[in-house]
């Protein structure tokens, strides 16, 4: 039984390790090709996900998940209609 409950949390260990250097390589990668943050703002949180190795990534993805959020404009067709006039 002993033994059984080591393997287990060996698995969840290193399965939780495994996340947290997943999302340590991910999220930087989108962090600085987003266009939302300065580049004052993108080293701040890059520092902040290297400094906080499980909360900090998951604090700017969340960040992140704003920018998808952001309603784009829709193009004016009308405005291209008048000018063929």
């Known amino acids: ?7 287990v949390r060996s698995i969840l260990t290193w399965t939780t390790v495994a996340a947290a ?4 390589a ?11 943050c ?8 890059s520092a902040l996900i290297w400094l906080l190795p499980v909360a900090g990534p998951f604090i ?3 960040g ?15 405005m291209e209609s008048d000018d063929e006039e």
């Open 1 to 7: 039984m002993a033994a059984a409950l080591h393997i």
């Open 21 to 24: 250097i997943l999302a340590q």
């Open 26 to 36: 991910f999220i930087p990668v989108r962090l600085w090709r987003s266009e939302l």
């Open 38 to 45: 300065s580049r004052d703002q993108k080293l701040l949180q």
């Open 60 to 62: 700017v993805h969340s």
């Open 64 to 78: 992140l998940r704003q920018e998808d959020d952001v309603s784009r404009p829709t193009p004016n067709t009308e």
